[in-house]
């Protein structure tokens, strides 16, 4: 479904992303791990448009979207959740959810944004209660879970999440990968997920991909990665031991 | 043979200079003025006389600061030729009105609709191609721009100032002993109207609602499918189309020439840095504000200093409080300018 070749990303006038490519299947859950600035906002960057191409091919659905500006690819299903909870603080959430609907109500009009909206509320039942909240007033997760509704209201195909646990409670982290796991199977969604938090993305990943300074070093399977001796050591935190020893 | 350009910038500081060296002198003349008279009903009708002036005013530096606040939300610059916008409405208006002899609200409506498209142009030709934008370099755009509006209105109107029919009669009305102009009315009730507008289009309209989501969080709103772009061109649209109606309703009083935008333009932005930048509602309060606290000084100390009034706020506002009074000086800290 979507498919990167060779590219290269700057940040600024660093070097971060290094020949990466990868590809993601359709309905697949594919995780990235990485340590801090290994380049894994960067990738996602570049594949939403917010971030210029420098060198190398992105494809999706076959066709290539290189240098296709952001608003563009929202509309071929992309969505991206970018780190951070970038949702519209000022606004009431009811408003967080119109905008990001903005292109259903350019397409199918009013009625159609709002029974869309009552559906986000179907399964945020938390947002339906805030509705006429400010944004900024909601708690880190319910902000979180705003931020996915948001991206989900632009009907993706594609979802690109960028670290939705950072700073949350572990209960709420809980809740949110379980809701990721269940929008995958019940929306045919396919997901690429960063995550700091390694153990809880392998659980519900098919395949993971792991990135050292903007390459990257392996492609398994879920299950391959969480025996990796590896990736144990550098991004799970277990086994310390057994390496000393 | 040398002339001296009439400069109302360069007026303003010398004006601002002058004040600040006479203080002592300018201290007398303010007790003269107000302890010389007795507490009685002209003084009280002299006040609403004076209020009735500076609102009739202020209303025009309110209509330029919300289009100061629309631009500076949606790209983050102050756009230098927000005066020249005023300048343009209302020369374009005495000209459709009193040479070609159209009905006012047709006039009004072609002259709104003829800046509006200035505006855009300006968005397309001047700031939309410029490859790595940045703050300082769109100004300096900006400034620019404004010369050449002002070289081109020159060229068009001449240098002289012009007279426009008011919209109603010119007859004055009594109020309490001071006299109002029907063109007063009519320019607080635009103003009350484009205001109702304003609410009505930013909170309950969806391309409202992607304007102010664009100033928000830029990324964010592309990601929602906004197109930034298209929503910065609309900006400069509406502050143009703003600024035009400014410029319309003030010419019946002010007569109009070419060089007045500067001048608009800096009170303008001294109601804009007063509300605090990017807060429509506080530039309307702001400009209204620094319309009467002028008139009063124009009364009451000398109207030779009634333009430094506006320019003395706006140094006090940056030193003191630069967020001015309704912004929150959490916000402040994180703007780039």
């Known amino acids: ?245 | 043979m040398i002339w001296i350009q009439h400069d109302p910038v360069i007026d303003s500081g010398h004006i601002l200079l002058k004040s600040l060296f006479f203080y002592p002198v300018l201290k007398k003349q303010i007790r003269k003025n107000i302890t010389g008279r007795a507490m009685t009903e002209s003084t009280i009708s002299d006040i609403l006389q004076f209020m009735f002036m500076g609102i009739q005013r202020g209303c025009i530096y309110a209509l330029a600061a919300i289009g100061f606040n629309m631009i500076y939300n949606a790209t983050g610059i102050i756009n230098f030729a927000q005066g020249e916008f005023v300048v343009i409405g209302g020369l374009m208006m005495v000209t459709l009105t009193m040479t070609w002899n159209l009905p006012i609200p047709l006039a009004f409506l072609l002259t709104t609709a003829f800046v509006t498209l200035i505006g855009i142009a300006m968005e397309r030709f001047t700031i939309n191609p410029v490859k790595h934008p940045t703050v300082l370099r769109l100004i300096i755009i900006t400034i620019a721009v404004s010369i050449i509006i002002k070289g081109a209105a020159m060229c068009f109107w001449g240098k002289n100032s012009h007279f426009m029919r008011h919209f109603s009669s010119a007859e004055t009305l009594d109020f309490y002993g001071a006299t109002i102009l029907p063109q007063t009315i009519w320019i607080i009730g635009i103003l009350l109207f484009i205001v109702a507008g304003y609410i009505f289009f930013f909170n309950y309209t969806m391309t409202g609602k992607c304007m102010r989501a664009c100033a928000i969080n830029r990324d964010a709103a592309r990601l929602a499918g906004i197109n930034d772009r298209k929503m910065v061109m609309l900006s400069f649209a509406l502050s143009a189309g703003i600024g035009a109606i400014a410029g319309i309703i003030i010419t019946p009083i002010i007569q109009m020439d070419y060089a007045r935008g500067a001048l608009l333009g800096i009170k303008g932005f001294g109601a804009a840095v007063l509300g605090g930048l990017g807060n429509s509602m506080g530039a309307i309060i702001a400009g209204v504000l620094i319309g009467v606290l002028e008139a009063l000084a124009a009364g009451y100390i000398s109207s030779h200093y009634m333009d430094a009034i506006a320019l003395i706020i706006l140094l006090l506002v940056l030193f003191v409080r630069p967020s001015g009074l309704f912004g929150s000086s959490e916000a402040m800290r994180l703007k780039e300018f």
Do not use: C
């Open chain 1, 1 to 245: 479904m979507l498919r990167l070749v060779n590219v290269n990303g700057y940040y600024g006038l660093v070097h971060v992303l290094k020949n990466v490519s990868m590809h993601i299947d359709e309905g697949e859950i594919v995780t990235m791990l990485g340590a801090n600035g290994a380049g894994k906002t960067t990738t996602l960057r570049v594949i939403s448009g917010l971030q210029p191409v420098k060198g190398g091919k992105i494809f999706y659905q076959d066709k290539e979207i290189t240098g296709v500006p952001p608003e563009k690819l929202v509309e071929l299903g992309i969505a991206h959740v970018p780190e951070g909870r970038q949702i519209f603080r000022p606004m009431s959430v009811y408003e967080n959810l119109e905008l990001g609907g903005h292109i259903i109500y350019k397409r199918y009009g009013k009625a159609q944004l709002k029974s869309d909206i009552n559906g986000m509320f179907e399964l945020f039942p938390i947002l339906k209660q805030r509705q006429n909240q400010f944004a900024g007033t909601l708690s880190g997760g319910e902000q979180q879970m705003l931020a996915i509704a948001m991206a989900l209201m632009a009907r993706p195909k594609l979802l690109l999440l960028d670290e939705p646990s950072m700073g949350l409670a572990p209960m709420i982290i809980k809740e949110i990968f379980k809701l990721i796991a269940q929008l995958q199977k019940e929306r045919k969604l396919t997901v690429l997920l960063i995550e700091q938090n390694a153990n809880a993305a392998l659980k519900i990943a098919d395949r993971g991909y792991v990135i050292e300074t903007g390459r990257i070093v392996l492609e398994e399977n879920a299950t391959a990665l969480m025996s990796n001796q590896e990736v144990k050591r550098a991004y799970l935190g277990k086994d310390q031991k057994e390496i000393w020893e």
